[in-house]
T-cell receptor, first 110, second 116 residues
């Protein structure tokens, strides 16, 4: 099956810093989503981005499907950005379940 | 638009007891998923339904886990008997599959199960 690798596993930032999280996947995909898991365990949808670039406020994401990677950019980080960021992909067939990476744990201090 | 609803939010049981979790997906979403998330890992699929039919249950431990979605809307996941290694967060998700291209999944708040 598809392998999903996220890097770095852990990231510690000062408030106001910028960061880039990376997701590599081993095969073509139909679906790619980025999630933020808050301290209460809720998975918050950040981006649905099987290809291309999207921006939402201080966050943006780019997926290069032909090279099998996606990047999540966080600018001017805030303490509320802390948590675990997951990349998840769906195999090249619509309606299938997501395969998650192990996540990047982000800690932002003031 | 209401999100995916799950209950209970927390459950503590003794090993060998049984437990059930409930999920109500986003209105109009035909596909429903149950994922298990063990501490420190990403969620992993247990079972996927399309309407009231099972699409994928290959990773469901069928000797102790069962799930149903009788009317094609809400779903119940049951564990009987529970083992210590079943301690995890159980996440329900749903997606709209009327579009062959758009396939975004949305997750509920999860049920945190502790087996003692």
């Amino acid at each position: 099956g598809i392998q999903v690798e996220q890097s770095p596993p852990d990231l510690i930032l000062q408030e106001g810093a910028n960061s880039t999280l990376r997701c590599n996947f081993s095969d073509s995909v139909n679906n790619l989503q980025w999630f933020h898991q808050n301290p209460w365990g809720q998975l918050i949808n950040l981006f649905y981005i099987p290809s291309g670039t999207k921006q939402n406020g201080r966050l943006s994401a780019t997926t290069v499907a032909t090279e099998r990677y996606s990047l999540l950019y966080i600018s001017s980080s805030q303490t509320t950005d802390s948590g675990v960021y997951f990349c998840a992909v769906g195999p090249n067939q619509a309606g299938t379940a997501l395969i998650f990476g192990k996540g990047t744990t982000l800690s932002v201090s003031s | 638009e209401a999100g995916v609803a799950q209950s209970p939010r927390y459950k503590i049981i003794e090993k060998r007891q049984s437990v059930a979790f409930w999920c109500n997906p986003i209105s109009g979403h035909a596909t429903l998923y149950w994922y298990q998330q063990i501490l420190g890992q990403g969620p992993k699929l247990l079972i996927q339904f399309q309407n009231n039919g099972v699409v994928d249950d290959s990773q469901l431990p069928k000797d102790r886990f069962s799930a149903e979605r009788l009317k094609g809307v809400d779903s119940t996941l049951k564990i009987q008997p529970a083992k210590l290694e079943d301690s995890a967060v159980y996440l329900c998700a749903s997606s709209f599959t009327g579009d062959p291209v758009y396939n975004e999944q949305f997750f509920g708040p999860g049920t945190r199960l502790t087996v003692l």
